[in-house]
């Protein structure tokens, strides 16, 4: 199955100006979220882990919970960790006001 998710990532950077940590505990794991604080485009970041854990969703039929999706990458290449099962089929991309994700699940 293939997913695919777009966010716009000033509505990411609203959502985190209005709930802030609130808003990282709820969707991103403890990896994720310190991951984003070292990176200078923080919203940029967030929002294509937010449609890589969409697109994931897309992918196997089904809503999950947020922090059940860990979404980090191998010498720049994304992958997603479910359950303690790896995926290797995910893409993330950026252009200017937009981030999007495909996520390939085969199993």
Do not use: N
């Not at 997913?3 to 950077?13: S, Y």
């Amino acid at each position: 199955m293939v997913g695919i998710d777009i966010v716009d990532i000033a509505r990411i950077g609203g959502v985190l100006e209005r709930y802030g940590e609130r808003f990282l505990e709820k969707v991103f794991a403890p990896s994720e979220i310190a991951r984003a604080r070292e990176t200078k485009r923080l919203q940029e970041y967030l929002a294509g882990r937010f449609a890589a854990k969409e697109a994931f969703m897309k992918a196997r039929g089904g809503r999950l919970p947020w922090q059940d999706i860990e979404v980090l990458s191998d010498q720049g290449r994304p992958f997603i960790v479910c359950r303690g099962k790896r995926y290797d089929e995910v893409s993330i991309s950026h252009e200017r006001s937009y981030a999007v994700s495909v996520v390939i699940c085969s199993d």
